[in-house]
C-alpha cells in the first residue's frame, strides 16, 4: 500500500485528477484526497485538477478551489484517481510532467500506471481506496473529522448503489459504519445526491424509456439521445444520472445501454449489466473499460452502427 506520508513529506507541489466528466465517485475520491493532504501538510500546495463537478456536489469542501485554468506548473507528486491518466481530459500533461506519478483506482481494466499504483478491482470505489490510504497514514484519527468522513462516504453510495451493487463488500460497509459514526446525516446525504432528480431530470428519464428498444430475445435494452433530444429538452451532461440503471431493472434484461451525443462527436456510451454479461469486456473492445457490472466507452458513428457493434458484443457473450 502506498505511504502518503513518506511519498508526499519532501514534496512542495502536490496535484490530483480524477476521470472527464467526474461522478460522485470521482469527486469524493480526488476531494477527499484534497482535504486530508491540506490538513495534514498546510504548508503545501495541493492543488485538485478537474472538470467543474454537478452542481449536486458544491457542498463538498475544495470543490469551489477546483483549478480549471491551464498554466505551466510541475508537481512534485501527481496522484490519479478512479481513472487512468489518459481519461483525466487536460490534466493529463500535469500528471506526466510530474516528477512523481501515483495511480489509484478500483477499475478492473486499469493495469496501472505511473511510479506508484494502489489498484484494486475488488474494491466498491475509489473512495473506498482513499480511506485505506488515508487510515494507513492517520490511525489515530487526528485528520478525519466529519466533512472528510462525509466525502468519502458520498463517494463510496454513488458508485456502490448505497451498497446495493455487487461490488459492496464486507470491508465496504465496515468502512460506512465507521465513517457515519462522525456524525453527518447519511440519510440526507444519500437522498439528496443518490436518489433525488430535477424535474428536468425526470423528462430526460422519461425520454429514454419512451425511446428504448429491447432486442436479443429481450435479454438487451438500449436506449439513445441524440443531439437533437438533448438540445430539444435543454439538457446538460449532467442530466444523465441513473437512467442506464433503470434500463437495466427491465424484468428480463442481461444487459443494458444508454447512449448519448456528445458536443465533441460521437455518443458516450454506459452500459450494465446483472452479472450474465461482462460489460467491462464490451466497453474495452472499444477502448473503454470499467467493471464486469458497470463499464463504458465513446464511439463514433451513426446510432445505427454503434448499437450494430455493441449488439454484437452483447450477443457474443449471451
Not at 466528466?21 to 484534497?34: E, F, H, I, K, N
Not at 487512468?84 to 500535469?94: C, D, F, L, S
Not at 473506498?128 to 463510496?156: C, F, N
Not at 454479461?277 to 457490472?293: E, I, L, M, S, T
Request: charged share 25%.
Amino acid at each position: 500500500m502506498i505511504n502518503l506520508i513518506s511519498l508526499c513529506q519532501n514534496a512542495e507541489k502536490i496535484g490530483i485528477s480524477g476521470h472527464i466528466r467526474p461522478d460522485g465517485d470521482c469527486v469524493g475520491s480526488t476531494m477527499g484526497l484534497w482535504q486530508f493532504l491540506s490538513r495534514r501538510f498546510p504548508e503545501k500546495k495541493v492543488e485538485v485538477r478537474l472538470e467543474r463537478p454537478s452542481e449536486l456536489y458544491d457542498f463538498v469542501p475544495g470543490v469551489s478551489k477546483i483549478v480549471e485554468n491551464e498554466d505551466d506548473v510541475v508537481y512534485d507528486v501527481y496522484f490519479v484517481v478512479d481513472s487512468v491518466p489518459e481519461r483525466t481530459g487536460m490534466a493529463e500533461k500535469y500528471y506526466n510532467a510530474a516528477k512523481i506519478k501515483v495511480n489509484i483506482d478500483h477499475h478492473i481494466t486499469n493495469e496501472g500506471a505511473g511510479d506508484m499504483c494502489y489498484i484494486d478491482a475488488g474494491a466498491s470505489s475509489a473512495s473506498e481506496l482513499v480511506y485505506d490510504l488515508i487510515k494507513e497514514a492517520d490511525p489515530e484519527g487526528e485528520y478525519m473529522d466529519e466533512s472528510l468522513a462525509k466525502t468519502l462516504y458520498l463517494g463510496i453510495i454513488q458508485d456502490c448503489g448505497v451498497f446495493g451493487y455487487s461490488n459492496t463488500s464486507s470491508k465496504t460497509m465496515r468502512i460506512a459504519a465507521d465513517l457515519i459514526s462522525y456524525g453527518f446525516d447519511f440519510p440526507k446525504l444519500i437522498d439528496e445526491t443518490f436518489y433525488e432528480k430535477t424535474f428536468l431530470q425526470n423528462k430526460v428519464l422519461g425520454e429514454a424509456l419512451q425511446k428504448s428498444v429491447l432486442c436479443l430475445s429481450g435479454q438487451f435494452i438500449y436506449s439513445i439521445l441524440t443531439r437533437e433530444d438533448i438540445d430539444r429538452l435543454g439538457a446538460g451532461e449532467h442530466d444523465f444520472e441513473g437512467i442506464v440503471n433503470q434500463l437495466r431493472y427491465t424484468k428480463g434484461v442481461k444487459a443494458a445501454a444508454f447512449l448519448h451525443e456528445i458536443p465533441e462527436g460521437g455518443y458516450k456510451v454506459s452500459l450494465r449489466s446483472g452479472g450474465a454479461v461482462d460489460v467491462a469486456k464490451a466497453a474495452q473492445a472499444f477502448g473503454g473499460g470499467g467493471h464486469v457490472r458497470a463499464a463504458g466507452c465513446t464511439l463514433k458513428g451513426t446510432p445505427g452502427q454503434i448499437v450494430e457493434r455493441l449488439t454484437a458484443q452483447i450477443s457474443e457473450q449471451l
